[in-house]
Structure formats: C-alpha cells, structure tokens
C-alpha cells in the first residue's frame, strides 16, 4: 500500500476554492431567480464523512461573503447501500440530520468523491424518505469518470483519472490534518 | 438463503478512523492493522444474553442504536438496511409488546416479517421446537426471534440451524434485548452508570429482565442491588458481585435507580408471598416512597405494568419515570440487534 499525492496542499486549497465558488455562485443565483419569480429556496447536504466538512466550509465561505446563512444537512447512507451482505462488516452507522424541510426545497448536494455513482444513488434515495425537493444539484470534488449508474454531478472541482485499483481521498485539515488529494494503491485488492 | 455475493462497494471509503475507540486502549487492536480496516466490535450472529457480551460490543450496539433513533423521527420511518430479509418471531409464550418492538424494528428496517404462534400451532400437534424452526427456515426466513419457556432454547436452536437468533426471552435465564434497552435508558438519562447504586425490585428469582438486568448494569460499572422478599431473591446471586436486601424502604434513600419488575399473582398462589397487599405494602413503589427517594431517582419499569401492586399511577405517570423512553428506545436498541447480528460472522 502506497500513496501517492496528487494535489498537494496549496494546489488543493486553490481547487477548493475554485470549486466553493462556483457552488456560491450556483446557490446565490438562487436570490436573484427568486426575484424573477424563480426557484424557491436552497439547502446544502452533504454526505457523510467528508462531503459534510466540504458543506459545512461552503456555508461559511457564504455567510463570510455577506451571502444568506443557508440551512444544512447531513447524509450518512449506510443504511442505503446496495452490497450489504452478512459475509461483509457492518460500518459504524451513524445519525442522518437534515435540519430544514426538504420539501419543495432546492438541495444542493455534496460529496468529496465522485467514483460509481453508487453513493449518490444511495443519497438521492435517502433525501427521498426524507420528503420530495423541488430539485437535487450535485456537486464532488473529485471526479473520477468511472460510472456504473446514468448518475452525473452538475459541479466538479477537478477531474482526476486514476486506475481502478486505486483508492482516490480528499484528505481535509479537519479530519486529516491537512488538505491534500492522493491515490492509494489497495495491493491485493481486498 | 443466502445472498447473492456482491462485489464490494467501489464507492466504500473505509476511512482511517482518528476518532479513537470508546475503551478499548487495549493497544493491540486499537490503530492496529491497516488504513483502510473498519471498526468492527461486532461479529455475532446471535445475540443469546447480555452476560456473554463485552462492552466493547453494548457500546458499539447503543451507537447504533443512536443512529437508529434518529430513524424513528423521519417522516418515513424506514430504512432500506435489511430488504429481502426474512424475520420470524417465533413465540411459545404470550407476548404483546415485545413481539411488537421486535415487528416494527424489523419493518423500519424494511425486512419482511411472519408472525408464529406457538401457543395455537402445529405445537400443539406435538411439533418440536426444531422440527418447527426447521420448517419455518426452509421457508427462507434470515432470522429467528425467540421466546421459549425453557432456559437455554434459543442457544440450542442457535447451534442447529442456519438462521441468526435473537432470545426474546428464555424462561428465567435471559431477556437480552430488554437489558440493553434499560442500560441504553439509564445511560441516555443519567449519563453514565459508573459507580450507580441500582436496586432491582420484585420478583428476582423468576425473572429474567432481573438477570439481563444485573448483567447489563454490573459490565458498565454500576452496583446492584437486588430487592424483595426473601422467597423471590435468592442469595447465592450475591456470589456474582451483587447486594441482596429484604427492605425496600432500608436501600431507598440511597439509589440513583429503581428497576421494578412485574409481579405475576400466580406465584402467589404457589405460596411465595402472602398476598397482593402485602407485597404492594413493602415493596410497592408509591408517592410516599418517592419522598423518602433521592429526588433525582429514575424509575424503570419493563411493563406492562400492575397499577397499583408494583407502582402506583402517580409515581408511574410521574416526571421520574422513564418508562415510556424504555418502550421508544427499546425499538431502536432492537433495530440496532437485528441489524448488527444480520451482518455477524457465519
């Protein structure tokens, strides 16, 4: 097992402040469709573990531009995955909570990885027992062009192209220490 | 019945996990192996009592168990987890609210679940209890729950057949699930039971909430004390590191929990106590009790309850009294043991 660092420090800052930045632009364009009788109001949710630290920043980096304190959510899809299987561990499930009404709400939704497609079809089925938003926007960081579902983001940070065996991780400075892409090569492929 | 098998989800992001395990400073296992292992306290297929069980393991259930919670708070009130799961409950004894829990646990979890009667089937016919179950996992079924009069049942059955079992309650042996939900609640109310005084008050010889009880509250810490009259408390359970009084009134002033437990009239007509009144007058728990209590003292009671013998309705419709979070964290903490024993090790 080897990592590799695709984007070191500096240049994943600059990607992620790229990518905020399209994504505020995106939810604020919200206030002036409003004004022209448009969309309803926005919601960020971001999916558990690292796709809620990159929503959580995007509302700060809002609210510090002068921008509205949009409400926010978290998914953990666990429960939602397709390959539970009594052979396979069980993760450690942890509580979804998304503190605005998502009906008829526009729900910005965001994920550090973009891989399969499979967690996001998870996600989208979860927001759907949540109640039914008025549209679903995704934005990843990370996209790896390799889908297994007619599942597309609406917003990429950056696209990195890695071979299958490799493990691509946003790492984030909450949770890691400090920002940084890397592959990680699974010998043996467990 | 068994699964197709699946790749592995390419999606899986099996994170390094910074956050250190809740005590297990063991060393070996914690940080060991590699990045990419999951936290995995869990690997039962079982769940047959609480006195097998480590912390570690009621930790990693009452986690789950949180999340689940949250579940119950949705609009819609299920998850997709155990789809195309079979759970049977599987009852050789009279049960309403228990069966219930069980069946909506299952239900939010989105398996399919069959009712069995014991008491108005093919038992009756003289069927075993393996022959029965035998039967009814040829069906597909993925899960069994349960609940037998003879102590050690879902043990036996555990070791013949392929599906996971959960003891519901085996005679006077072992009430797992209830167990855990009373720690959950004690543990959600008070913190922690580190150091507790709990008093188990009633019928402790026949009872099998009492044993997962003591078990559940003495792995986490707590001192127990079992309380009743003489002929329901047997005293060699001391030897297992807990206290034995005779007087309710005599431990009152001093616990931080009252766990009640039903009194069943019939052991009265065996001649274990004299009557009714007379147990409800030493070890009922009353308004007048509940001043000479500590004023922060928390009142459990696994139901259904007998107004007026064990509790009276002021004390139990009281602002002490936890019994109905029991009831709602009973759902999740049961959501929590279908779950985790699904994905054990076969």
């Known amino acids: 097992m080897s990592d590799t660092i695709i984007f070191n420090a500096a240049e994943t800052s600059r990607l992620l402040d790229k990518f905020f930045h399209e994504l505020a632009a995106r939810v604020r364009g919200g206030d002036a469709a409003r004004h022209a009788g448009g969309e309803g109001p926005w919601g960020i949710v971001g999916i558990h573990r690292r796709g809620d630290l990159l929503a959580e920043r995007l509302q700060h980096r809002i609210r510090d531009e002068g921008g509205p304190a949009l409400p926010s959510g978290v998914l953990d899809i666990t429960l939602y995955r397709d390959d539970f299987t009594p052979a396979r561990p069980q993760p450690t499930v942890r509580p979804s909570q998304i503190e605005f009404d998502i009906d008829g709400a526009n729900v910005l939704l965001v994920d550090d990885v973009f891989f399969t497609g499979r967690t996001i079809r998870a996600a989208l089925t979860q927001l759907a027992d949540f109640g039914r938003p008025r549209r679903v926007v995704l934005g990843v960081f990370i996209d790896r062009k390799m889908r297994e579902l007619p599942i ?22 909450e949770l890691d220490g400090r920002d940084e892409v890397v592959a990680i090569r699974e010998d043996g492929g467990r | 019945m068994t699964p197709p098998s699946r790749e592995p989800h390419p999606d899986s992001r099996p994170n390094p996990r910074p ?83 069980f069946t909506l646990a299952a239900q939010r979890l989105s398996a399919d679940v069959v009712d069995f009667n014991g008491e108005t089937s093919s038992v009756k016919k003289g069927e075993t209890l393996l022959d029965t179950a ?30 996971c079992v959960i003891n519901a309650g085996d005679g006077a042996h072992a009430h797992p699930t209830q167990g855990l939900l009373d720690l959950f ?59 034995v009084s005779y007087s309710l009134d005599e431990v009152l002033p001093e616990v931080d929990v009252l766990c009640l437990l ?30 000479r209590a500590r004023p922060d003292v928390l009142v459990l009671h696994p139901g259904p309850i007998n107004r007026g013998i064990e509790i009276t309705p002021e004390v139990a ?30």
């Not at chain 2, 609009?75 to 050789?92: D, H, I, M, Q, T």
């Not at chain 2, 004299?274 to 728990?285: D, V």
């Open chain 2, 185 to 243: 609640t004690v543990i959600d109310k008070l913190g922690s039971v580190e150091n507790k005084r709990i008093a188990i008050v009633g019928d402790i010889r026949h009872s099998r909430v009492a044993r997962s009880d003591m078990w559940a509250f003495l792995r986490f810490g707590a001192k127990v004390v079992l309380v009743g009259p003489p002929t329901l408390v047997p005293s060699s359970l001391r030897d297992i590191g807990v206290d």
């Open chain 2, 317 to 346: 419709d009281g602002p002490r009294s936890a019994i109905l979070e029991q009831v709602t964290n009973g759902l999740a903490v049961r959501m929590a043991a279908l779950y985790l024993t699904a994905g054990g090790d076969a």
């Open chain 2, 262 to 291: 039903r009194i069943q009239s019939e052991r009265q007509e065996q001649g274990l106590f004299p009557s009714l009144e007379e147990y409800s007058r030493l070890f009922g728990l009353n308004s007048e009790r509940m001043r």
């Open chain 2, 19 to 101: 956050e250190v395990v809740a005590g297990a400073a063991t060393g070996a296992s914690a940080g060991a192996g590699a990045p990419g292992d999951e936290r995995r306290p869990w690997r039962r297929r079982h769940l047959l009592d609480v006195a097998s069980l480590s912390r570690e393991e009621i930790e990693f259930l009452f986690e789950t168990a949180r999340s689940f919670r949250e579940v119950s708070t949705r609009s819609v009130k299920k998850v997709p987890a155990l789809r195309g799961r079979v759970v049977v409950n599987l009852f050789y004894e009279p049960s309403t609210r228990t069966r219930i829990s």
């Open chain 1, 152 to 173: 597309h983001p609406d917003h990429v940070g950056v696209v990195v192209e890695r071979p299958r065996n490799e493990r691509v991780q946003l790492r984030l400075a």
């Open chain 2, 134 to 163: 035998r039967n009814i996992i040829a069906m597909g079924v993925d899960t069994v729950v349960l609940r037998h009069p003879a102590p050690g049942a879902p043990q036996f059955l555990s070791e013949r057949v392929q599906a």
